[in-house]
């Protein structure tokens, strides 16, 4: 290059803070304990809910992981509710079981990408807390 030519620039990549065993930690079980819906009604809201508003502040990582489950599980019992409804007219029980099915497998790979310290953002869900 001469003189008079300048060197292109490129943006640079913008800074990401690494995300910390004990955020990935706090962030893994805010899916887990997503898993108490099948033991307390409402768990799967209350456990989630318990540890983002407690850990929310400290981590970036569990605020955004914390709002991700509960916007799933917020909307998985829109969808549950929906489908009881529908047993009536006998396809509800069909849905109702592929909602478990389905709600079973998004978490545990909910969970392993948080232990990961990935960002997980899970399929069919609204979009109720941003």
């Not at 995300?19 to 898993?35: E, N, Q, S």
């Not at 409804?85 to 592929?98: D, E, S």
Request: charged letters at 15%; hydrophobic letters at 50%; proline letters at 6%.
């Amino acid at each position: 290059m001469t003189e008079n030519q300048q060197q292109p620039i490129t943006p640079e990549a913008p800074k990401v803070e690494p995300v910390t065993k004990d955020a990935r930690t706090y962030g893994m079980l805010c899916h887990l304990v997503a898993f108490a819906g099948f033991i307390i009604p409402f768990g799967n809201l209350i456990g989630p809910l318990i540890i983002w508003l407690l850990k929310k502040e400290e981590f970036p990582f569990v605020n955004d992981q914390g709002k991700e489950s509960l916007n799933f599980q917020i909307s998985m019992t829109i969808y549950a509710i929906i489908s009881a409804i529908l047993i009536v007219v006998v396809l509800g029980i069909f849905l109702l079981i592929a909602i478990v099915i389905f709600e079973i497998v998004m978490i545990i790979i909910a969970s392993i990408k948080a232990n990961e310290g990935v960002s997980y953002r899970y399929p069919l869900t609204i979009r109720f807390l941003k």
